[in-house]
């Protein structure tokens, strides 16, 4: 592959140039507060602004097996090889890695994990549980779920044991739970909602906001709905469609802090202030 100075293709080939539209893109993200974000995003934003097609089609007018979303992803792996984004900046739900906190000592586990400790900013209530349809999603929404000390789980479309045996027990018990849901507005969907809907309510009554995204929010945005075809009908018509993550990152984690926001008990910023002093307190009875 002939390269350029900066470790990228040339600028007047294919790759070159979607290279730089990816990485001006994750600078504009990074300007905007918007990181991590991931490849689905980074995908949509760029159709968006006619850099690449949401699909490569043939000459006989079928889709192609190669999909603009992994040129993407080739591009951002490029960027990252290069050193010119950081590998953290894209998330990947799809792997995960567990590990466990220790120390040479209980007394030096504790100082450690101080800066970690986080008090309540519900007043005692459950904090509201947020449900995404992808886990995309969940992902580059993980970082405000963890500041306001919200659950947040992705269903990854229709699933039924996962709600049973992981997301029920946040519900059980505890009538009411405020849930927070992010979804398309299409056929699918609207059933995987009110599918989780309907198992999870089987355990609890619950307080249901769809956050993204709403009939009211493709209006205000002037979206125009796609055809999407279902396969599991075989009448062969393109079902109305409109993914969430047209509205943009910066805009869905925007919906999703002041819906928040509405709900929390006290101030974040007046709770932080409150952790810090004890933290100094605790440090001083360590000490």
């Not at 007018?61 to 010119?84: F, M």
């Not at 792997?95 to 586990?109: D, I, L, P």
């Not at 002041?258 to 101030?267: F, I, K, M």
């Amino acid at each position: 592959m002939a390269s350029g100075i900066d470790g990228l293709s040339v600028s007047h080939t294919k790759a070159g140039r979607l290279q730089r539209a990816c990485l001006d893109l994750l600078r504009e993200h990074e300007a905007d507060g918007a990181l991590p974000t991931s490849i689905r995003f980074l995908f949509y934003e760029l159709t968006d602004r006619d850099v690449i097609p949401k699909a490569y089609i043939g000459p006989d007018g079928k889709e192609r097996r190669r999909t603009p979303g992994q040129d993407i992803s080739d591009a951002v792996n490029v960027l990252r090889e290069a050193a010119l984004v950081p590998w953290a900046w894209i998330v990947d739900e799809t792997r995960t890695v567990s590990s466990w906190r220790y120390a040479a000592s209980v007394y030096q586990y504790v100082e450690e994990t101080l800066p970690l400790a986080r008090i309540d900013l519900w007043d005692g209530e459950p904090p509201p549980l947020i449900l995404c349809e992808s886990r995309s999603l969940a992902g580059v929404l993980r970082d405000i779920a963890s500041d306001y000390l919200c659950p947040i789980a992705a269903t990854n479309g229709q699933v039924g044991g996962f709600l049973h045996t992981e997301v029920a027990p946040l519900i059980a018990d505890t009538p009411g739970r405020r849930v927070l849901y992010l979804g398309d507005l299409d056929l699918s969907g609207g059933h995987i909602e009110a599918n989780t809907r309907k198992v999870l309510e089987a355990y609890a009554p619950l307080d249901w906001t769809r956050v993204a995204i709403t009939e009211a929010q493709v209006v205000e945005h002037g979206f125009k709905a796609k055809a999407k075809v279902d396969r599991r009908y075989k009448d062969g018509r393109g079902h109305r469609a409109v993914e969430t993550e047209a509205l943009g990152q910066v805009e869905i984690m925007r919906l999703l802090t002041a819906a928040l926001d509405e709900r929390v008990y006290e101030p974040r910023a007046s709770v932080r202030q409150r952790e810090e002093r004890q933290r100094v307190a605790v440090r001083e009875r360590l000490a």
